[in-house]
């Protein structure tokens, strides 16, 4: 139920560009660029849900608020139920429905260059009874950032709970399991009898190929050429139906920097 979430208002790549805001890496989230105008709009749903929230007045064809602080001049607003075609999509699916789509430097002294001025004319470019502000929408580049970065957290989520889990069955010799969606993950360490520590990790119902990548990948002092399939078990982990089960070799370093981790 809208409302019942907190809502963040994400800038597009045409307002980073307004703003002058180089494209950072994918393990920054735009939401929460530090950018005066960014930091602002963040109270922008709250301003609308209380009723506080000033429309751009001439942009007619959908409900555009202003968003003000110290020069920064933006627009913003939400497009939920504004995009039927979104529903099934990543708008949908991340719940990012306000966005910061327009941004610009106040003109006191240039009227005919105020922010919301050019805005509208932007907007009327069809003529004086028209108004479409869809060339502020977000784009295909902003939809496909935004499942970017969801990854990206998404792997280093699933990295942290492989660490976590791998430094207590460390410490403990036991096996742990936890359920990443719909998968099931089992790992386990433990000393072999020739004195040698190995690690097993296997997995169920898992759809997505970059899953056992992100685990080879976790674990500091492991790479991904000592990880050996194992179809037959291991560490008495015993392949359920459907299951995929890998080793690898625990190094006295990395044993010391997972126990660091």
Sequence with gaps: MPGERPESVRPTRRCLDDLGVAVPNLGVVLNGLEHPLVRKAQRLPAE??????????????????????????GAGGSLEGELPDATAGPLAQFHQWWWLVAAGERQDDSPQNDFYAGLAREAHAGGPHTCSTDHLLPTVWDLNRLVAEAGVFA????????????????????????????????????????????????????????????????????????????????????????????????????QRLLMED
């Design 48 to 73: 609308e849900n209380a009723g506080r929230a000033e429309t751009i007045k001439p942009l007619t064809d959908r409900r555009w608020y202003k968003v003000k602080v110290s020069s920064w001049r």
């Design 155 to 254: 792997q280093r989520a699933l990295q942290a709970t492989i660490r976590r889990a791998d430094h207590e069955s460390l410490r403990t010799s036991t096996a742990y399991g936890f359920s990443v969606g719909d998968a099931q993950v089992r790992l386990r360490i433990r000393m072999h009898h020739d004195g040698q520590v190995y690690l097993a990790v296997g997995a169920t119902a898992i759809i997505d190929p970059g899953f056992f990548a992100a685990v080879f990948s976790s674990l500091p002092g492991v790479t991904k050429e000592d990880w050996i399939p194992e179809p037959g078990g291991a560490l008495d982990i015993e392949p359920a139906p459907g299951e995929v089960l890998w080793s690898a070799l625990l190094s006295p370093e990395a």
